[in-house]
């Protein structure tokens, strides 16, 4: 489950860097943004037979919930064992090149192999080219027009970058999510 955490890192890291770096566009707008969180719980109880889980996070709240038979290797869980969830996320926005349009969405999923802790990767990244309907310096915030037609206002985190667009750019932008989950035994 390690190598699948890493490649799936790595895979967001790349994917990132290369929505960035392949620009021989006119302006120098070029954003990425990621965050990672991980969460660590304890399987407080377990029934096989009903597949209903118990655990506990770090601020000591109780969570109870059924696992479905999707999930393989339940056999293999055991209380005291931890469950660690990452999830990450990332955005990346470039200049659009001449002509390039995308609206591209790439699912990725895995799971442990039968007999081992229960372990599952799951990532979503979708690009997708939008076009500047309208720039509101005061606001902080940009109009874009998706692939679809579809007209969103978003607030932008950094206002320098409206500096480095106009009304009519394309932008493509990058937004991946990606959550990894892994059972591991509590060593004594």
Do not use: A, F, M
């Given at each position: 489950m390690k190598k699948l955490k890493a490649f799936l890192m790595m895979s967001v890291i790349v994917c990132n860097v290369w929505a960035c770096s392949?620009?021989?566009?006119?302006k120098d707008l070029q954003v990425d943004r990621s965050n990672v969180v991980s969460v660590t719980a304890t399987v407080e109880a377990i029934n096989q037979k009903t597949r209903m889980v118990t655990i506990k996070g770090t601020e000591g709240r109780l969570v109870t919930f059924k696992a479905g038979k999707e999930v393989v290797n339940?056999?293999?869980v055991q209380v005291g064992d931890k469950v660690v969830l990452d999830y990450i996320e990332s955005l990346a926005v470039r200049m659009a090149k001449p002509g390039e349009v995308r609206d591209e969405t790439v699912?990725?999923?895995g799971a442990a192999a039968p007999g081992s802790k229960p372990a599952a990767i799951g990532a979503t990244e979708t690009t997708v080219t939008a076009t500047i309907e309208a720039l509101d310096k005061k606001a902080e915030t940009v109009t874009l027009k998706g692939p679809d037609g579809?007209?969103?206002?978003v607030k932008v985190q950094d206002p320098a970058n409206l500096d480095k667009v106009e009304v009519g750019d394309t932008i493509l932008i990058t937004y991946t999510e990606a959550v990894a989950l892994s059972v591991q035994t509590v060593k004594p």
């Open positions: 392949e620009t021989t566009v006119k339940l056999p293999q699912d990725l999923v579809g007209v969103r206002i």
